[in-house]
């Protein structure tokens, strides 16, 4: 059996007032990433695989916290561990690619000089190596003239070349464990593509697992093996990226592909899912997928569907997939 770097079991993820749940956005949500694995979660806007590649990395939004639930990493539980020691786990172990790389990075420090700090403050290296680190990580990550670019600023290079410095500043510590929160969304299609083959690239020589988020079942295709898909603050559907895409057992993955474009059939007609995702304080009773669903039957609104085994390594959450109604 493939012992795995992280596990999250039965996750739920809130706000309290007055010390109580008081909303949930993410609830029950379970998934485990192997070492060497990439593995893709996909879903609309607003679907929680943000706020769950945050709980991992301990970056949670202020008012959001983990309200029950087991997140581990390598055997340890990283819920309830104290934030000191919990980040000292990010760099060397756990490294994070934001979506925006102009908010993340800090616009009056030289590029090179952001690089450094990783390996500078957990590798203990002095700061002449570090900078030699850092001109490594950004020759490994495709950027031209890299002592040149690091003594640039953030505002001086293209998003391309940001989000290639946010790489490198993530892979500067050799960590264990990637989490990329939609870093090639604001980019064009090509550069995206560049920037998903140096993603890859660095995975493979490295050995580092990939957590990858992202709402463009394009980008998993290419990127990831395994993946899992959320709605509503659940997975609704999770297996290797050939099971998922090549044979869809839940209605709303089967609506996501079939509302993206198929370039190897461009006479396709797109067909959009209707309706709107569910608020979080207003969700159906039932499946939460049920009131946009053409599917849909009276047993869908009574109760949650559990996630049943629709072939190995694949799992759907349908009560019409499981072939059961209540």
Not at 315 to 326: H, Q, R
Request: neutral net charge; aromatic residues 4%.
């Amino acid at each position: 059996m493939t012992d795995m770097l992280l596990e999250v079991e039965n996750l739920v993820i809130g706000m309290r007032r007055a010390g109580r749940p008081d909303a949930v956005i993410v609830d029950d949500v379970s998934f485990s990433v192997a070492a060497h694995e990439r593995f893709g979660i996909v879903g609309e806007s607003g679907s929680g695989k943000s706020l769950t590649l945050r709980a991992v990395a301990g970056l949670l939004p202020k008012g959001v916290e983990v309200l029950s639930g087991r997140i581990a990493y390598a055997g340890k539980s990283l819920t309830g561990m104290p934030p000191q020691e919990r980040r000292r786990l990010m760099g060397p172990e756990i490294a994070m690619i934001f979506q925006e790389p102009m908010t993340a990075l800090n616009p009056v420090i030289r590029v090179g000089e952001q690089i450094a700090e990783g390996p500078r403050r957990h590798l203990g290296l002095s700061k002449k190596a570090a900078n030699t680190v850092a001109i490594e990580m950004m020759a490994r990550t495709g950027i031209p003239d890299p002592e040149r670019r690091a003594r640039a600023y953030p505002h001086e290079l293209s998003g391309g070349l940001r989000q290639r410095i946010m790489i490198a500043m993530a892979v500067s510590c050799n960590p264990r464990l990637l989490l990329c929160d939609e870093p090639t969304t604001a980019l064009d299609v090509t550069v995206q593509h560049q920037v998903l083959k140096v993603l890859e690239g660095l995975c493979a020589d490295t050995g580092t697992a990939l957590i990858f988020v992202t709402h463009d079942l394009a980008v998993v295709n290419q990127t990831c093996t395994d993946m899992a898909v959320m709605y509503s603050g659940h997975i609704v559907e999770s297996g290797t990226v050939a099971d998922v895409l090549g044979d869809a057992r839940h209605p709303y993955t089967q609506g996501l592909l079939g509302s993206a474009p198929d370039f190897d059939r461009p006479e396709r007609r797109l067909v959009p899912i209707p309706g709107f995702p569910p608020s979080l304080t207003s969700r159906p009773a039932g499946c939460p997928f049920a009131p946009r669903c053409a599917l849909a039957v009276d047993d869908c609104s009574k109760a949650m569907p559990t996630t049943e085994l629709v072939a190995p390594g694949h799992t759907a959450a349908c009560i019409m997939t499981a072939g059961v109604l209540a």
